[in-house]
């Protein structure tokens, strides 16, 4: 099929290599012309392990072009495909302000029937006002489709060519099937529903996996207050087939552009219709939450006396395998520390342009290697589960840092590898492995 995507970022970019390497002929579009020409000269705007090999190998088979020509790319193609971003407004709720911008240039650029298909994650309802914008503007025959993603940043590529599952929604059973063949080559679980419907899977998929993240690092909050471990809990909750192993992780809580976007845009989705989403207000208010057991771990061992010491700060993405630092919980910890007259130094090995745009230059010490990083700092928060990290040396970090003490923010160590070291260590709802400051455990 002749496919547009429209918009370059995760979702969009990903997309569109994939849908070449399946054997389409795809065009993305995009309106800044420094990210077209960087695609064009065969570098890639984000880090995702494995995309830029796979779009210069589509571009090198003429499969793949880039481009900021929208008209010309919608006139081209059967399918366009919008995955621009929906970014949160102050509200809370998705700001639909490019999804109706590129609506009606689509209409404006139409020559013919077209499939339009929206993967931006949009409110229930977009894909009809997506409709109506360009039936004001065109009278070419058009189909509506809502085609949400579920790729997970970092393993992007892994999850577009062999996906769960595929969600098309659609009210004509001819543009249904013509999607249905498109989305063959990469699984045969493909749910065929009604627009409205998909668009709330969407939400309600990450909704849910929030709040399987908040809910395991409630219960690693009580392991640690009567003495259990939440990794062996974890562990036999998962064997349990109705609760699943994933996302039972316990640590500092969720980051990145999906999950505090889309649980906050289900909040204001269902405030309209006049519906309170109180589970949904619990679970990113301890996402919120969780990030800061980091400094009152610290506090705890500098007896709450934090200004004038130096705390190194490992891992400023989200999560591992990507430079995406939105909502990273480094972003509040660093802060909080700067404010509090700490002297920070801090080292990722992928994100450290991504947070510096975010954060600014100044005010932290920027490291170029881990252990440099962390070299005579007071104590380490680990923050990212990096490989890099996992495989450090511990009794090298030892003697190097000014202080042994370490905030495993992710649970990276266990018990083995402290064995012979002298590290104060804390970790996310494994009492047993703290070392050197315990609280003690209440007589139950």
């Known amino acids: 099929m002749n496919i547009t995507v429209i918009g370059t970022g995760y979702v969009g970019l990903v997309s569109g290599v994939c849908y070449a390497e399946i054997g389409n002929q795809v065009i993305c579009v995009d309106k800044d012309p420094r990210k077209i020409e960087m695609l064009n000269a065969g570098d890639i705007p984000i880090y995702e392990p494995g995309l830029k090999e796979l779009a210069a190998a589509n571009r090198a088979a003429g499969k793949l072009s880039f481009t900021g020509d929208l008209a010309h790319a919608v006139r ?35 020559n013919g029937y077209k499939i339009i298909a929206v993967k931006s994650t949009v409110p229930v309802g977009t894909n009809e006002r997506v409709a109506e914008l360009i039936r004001s503007r065109s009278s070419c025959d058009f189909d509506s489709i809502s085609l949400p993603e579920f790729l997970r940043e970092g393993s992007a590529i892994e999850d577009t060519l062999h996906p ?226 996992a495989s450090v040396d511990l009794v090298q970090l030892q003697n190097v840092l000014k202080q042994p003490i370490l905030i495993d923010g992710r649970n990276v160590f266990n018990e083995e590898d402290l064995l012979g070291t002298d590290f104060i260590y804390y970790s996310v709802g494994r009492p047993n492995l703290n070392q050197g400051v315990k609280e003690p455990m209440p007589a139950l």
Not at 86 to 96: D, I, M, Q, R, V
Not at 170 to 179: E, F
Not at 331 to 357: N, T
Request: hydrophobic letters at 45%; charged letters at 25%.
């Open 76 to 110: 081209q193609s059967d399918v366009i495909i919008i995955a621009v971003g929906t970014p949160p407004l102050p509200s809370g709720e998705a700001n639909l302000a490019f999804i109706d911008q590129v609506a009606l240039e689509i209409a404006e650029a139409m």
């Open 164 to 389: 769960d599952r595929i969600v098309v929604g659609a009210d004509c059973q001819s543009a249904a099937d013509m999607m249905t063949q498109l989305h063959k080559p990469l699984t045969e679980q493909i749910v065929v529903t009604d627009i409205r419907s998909a668009e709330m899977i969407k939400y309600a998929s990450n909704a849910f996996l929030a709040t399987k993240i908040s809910f395991i690092n409630e219960i690693a909050n009580i392991c640690e207050k009567v003495g259990a471990d939440v990794t062996k809990v974890a562990e036999g909750m998962g064997h349990d087939k109705r609760i699943g192993p994933s996302f039972l992780k316990a640590g500092i809580g969720y980051g990145g552009s999906c999950f505090p976007k889309d649980t906050s845009a289900l909040i204001q989705i269902a405030g309209h219709v006049d519906y309170e989403f109180k589970l949904l207000r619990s679970v990113v208010e301890v996402n919120q939450d969780q990030r800061f057991n980091v400094i009152r771990k610290l506090e705890t061992i500098f007896h709450g006396e934090l200004r004038g010491k130096t705390v190194a700060v490992w891992g400023l993405a989200f999560k591992p395998n990507t430079d995406d630092v939105r909502d990273s919980p480094a972003l509040e910890i660093i802060q909080h520390l700067v404010d509090h007259g700490v002297k920070v130094k801090a080292y990722d090995p992928i994100a450290m342009d991504s947070f510096q745009a975010l954060f600014g230059k100044y005010g932290v010490e920027w490291g170029s290697q881990a252990l440099e990083t962390a070299q005579d700092a007071d104590a380490l928060c680990l923050l990212t589960e990096w490989d890099e990290f």
